[in-house]
Every structure is written in structure tokens, then in C-alpha cells.
Nanobody, 124 residues
Framework: QVQLVESGGGSVQPGGSLRLSCAAS????????MAWFRQAPGKEREFVAA????????NYADSTKDRFTISRDNDKDTMYLQMNNLKPEDTAVYYC?????????????????WGQGTQVTVSS
């Protein structure tokens, strides 16, 4: 059974930074594309960033591409999301997801396993 465990969320002031981690187990991490999604209260889940199986390809939402960086360490079975210059509109529960495919898809239907989420709150 695949397990994805997010960590690193918290509260931060506008302009601050956070680094999220997603620890994976249950299947060969390096064979699968991974992604981050988020969901704010009252809103639909939205794509944040994705990374291909070896990290050679990345994909970002327009709202995050200049501030967030997705990466992965296949030796540690862990994916990361470095978030800089955070804004109040970044407040959401952030979820990591694992794909049965190798690419960096933006579509949630491309992912078959999801973590439980970690809360990120950006407020002054």
C-alpha cells in the first residue's frame, strides 16, 4: 500500500517562506511522477506543481511558478516544495500525490495516491 506523508506546513507572515516535504513508501518512488495540489476553504482543489520521475521535467501553475520550487530526492523517497514570498491567497491544505506514470502532469486524474495534507496559513 502506497503511503504519502506531508510535513512542513504552518503559519507564516506574508513574504515568508516554508518548505513542504512528502515522504513516500509502498512502491518504487523513483518510477513515478509526483505533484503538489492545494485546496482552500470553499474552493476546488487546484494544481500547484509537478515533477517527473527523475526530476528532469517540472510543471507549475501560473500562480506559483515564480515563487515555488518543486524538487525530489529519489535516494530519500521524498519530494519537496520550497515556497517563497508567500501570499495570503496561498493559504490552503497542501496535498502531495503520486502518479502511476512518469511524467509531470497537472491533472488530478493522473494521480492515484494522495497524502492527508498539511495546512499552510499565510496571515499577518
Amino acid at each position: 500500500q502506497v503511503q504519502l506523508v506531508e510535513s512542513g506546513g504552518g503559519s507564516v507572515q506574508p513574504g515568508g517562506s516554508l518548505r513542504l516535504s512528502c515522504a513516500a513508501s509502498g512502491r518504487t518512488f523513483s518510477d513515478h511522477g509526483m505533484a503538489w495540489f492545494r485546496q482552500a476553504p470553499g474552493k476546488e482543489r487546484e494544481f500547484v506543481a509537478a515533477i517527473s520521475w527523475r526530476g528532469a521535467s517540472t510543471n507549475y501553475a501560473d500562480s506559483t511558478k515564480d515563487r515555488f520550487t518543486i524538487s525530489r530526492d529519489n535516494d530519500k523517497d521524498t519530494m519537496y516544495l520550497q515556497m517563497n514570498n508567500l501570499k495570503p491567497e496561498d493559504t490552503a491544505v497542501y496535498y502531495c500525490a503520486s502518479s502511476p506514470y512518469k511524467g509531470a502532469s497537472w491533472h488530478p486524474d493522473s494521480y492515484d495516491y494522495w497524502g492527508q495534507g498539511t495546512q499552510v496559513t499565510v496571515s499577518s
